[in-house]
């Protein structure tokens, strides 16, 4: 019965994309078969899977806008057990075309109907906005993994970002629950990561993750050789921290 | 004669908000009449100013959604001739409310008319997207500031970016310019940055500015005192960049 796992947050660089092809691979690591579904037009999350993006003739565009179904859009990686849905600039369009639909929140969540079965966990990449796309993996998730910067205005967009899931489980899906708030490119010698975690704590006592991932140069190398830090370079502290989280976000689901 | 400076990129947290506030500043130093319009629901430049949101009665939005005229939603700042028109997330509604108008890309435009002599300099931060936002700020501006991050990410979104820079000249605003490509976050010490760095200045020779930003605490701390970082730590590197910047930019605008 897959889990879908949103990662989501409106405030742009926080490490939405590293997290969600990181915990992606971790969990398929533990042997979950995983699909990761780029739902964002830039498409970072496919390149950062090391997938060719010019040579695609498909994409999740065809899937919300030409009815093909997710089955003949998954695409396999370099990790067995973990498949990839693709995005591209196309998908940039579907924002707007979708705006006519009537039921244009859902569309997302009556395709992944049809495949949720055949997978333990989905994950979704977001892009840094609160528009329609974002809308449509609020919409089919039933847990929301948050990524925040331990940066001063990356704080500040949590406030809203609770409140529109708020709004979106009183009205359009009553099953999102908050997985976690989860603490990026911290630099423990600055006041201003401490700052920021104690506040996060603070505020946010039960959904603050326990693991907190470390600003470290082989995370953000590793685009570059279209891997996962958690393959890229295994020993890292940026990859140990990605496995930590992946255990804890079992945890978590299985208690759900 | 107002220039409109917008400053955008898709990609998120590459800093458009920093530079869009830090130019707007350091231009006010140099004797210049300046307009910050805070074009992102998430009201960054509004907080990193210092302006308290909370208290807002009108932001931006109402001069797009309600026809209430720029002049009278401006607020004067801390920095004598800096003046700014405030965002709170009212903003991310009007996505949606100018999806239905005729001339929806041109209501920034028109709105700006009505001051634009009365300012030397406009500047524009945008949201991490290429929705009606974005593209209202593009289709109103003469200058385009792309900051890009020394990431292997951010220079993944260039080419969709100038792509769209293409289809706006050639459909909607002639007059739009590429001002500079403002090289961000800058750590000199890792290759990352070099390589990023080698990159934009081979692939775009005159667009790349001279300028660079190194990564600076001081900068990731200012926010968290509602100030620039030119005004809350003029002699830091990350001040010094940006007033450098500054000059530069001016000698761009000069130019043309
Ligand atoms: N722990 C880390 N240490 C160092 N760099 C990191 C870390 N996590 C992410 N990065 C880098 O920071 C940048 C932003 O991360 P990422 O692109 O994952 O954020 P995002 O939230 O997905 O951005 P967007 O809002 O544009 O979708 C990237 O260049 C990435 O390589
Ligand atoms: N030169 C720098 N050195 C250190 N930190 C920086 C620097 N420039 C920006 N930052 C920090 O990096 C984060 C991202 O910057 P900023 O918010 O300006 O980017 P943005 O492009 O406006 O983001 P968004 O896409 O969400 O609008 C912020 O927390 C900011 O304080
Ligand atoms: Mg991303
Ligand atoms: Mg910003």
Redesign the interface.
Known sequence: MGVIIAVAN?????GK?TTAVNLSTALALHKKKVLLVDFD????AT??MGVEKSVLKFTVYDSLINNLSLRDLLIPTATPLLYIIPAN?DL?GA??EL?GLTHRESVLQNKLKEIKDEFDYIIIDC?????LLTLNALVSAESLLVPV?C???AM??LV?LF?VIREIKDSLNSRLRILGILLTMADRR???TQ?VIAEIRRHFPREALRTVIPRN?RV??S??YGKPVVLYDPRCSGAKSYRKLTREVIKRVQKR
């Open positions: 409106q405030k742009g660089g926080v994309t037009p830039q498409g970072n390149t950062g600039l940039a924002e707007v705006a892009p840094p906005s609160l528009g910067q940066e001063y205005y500040e967009g809203q409140g600055t006041n201003l700052q140069i953000s190398e685009p570059s």
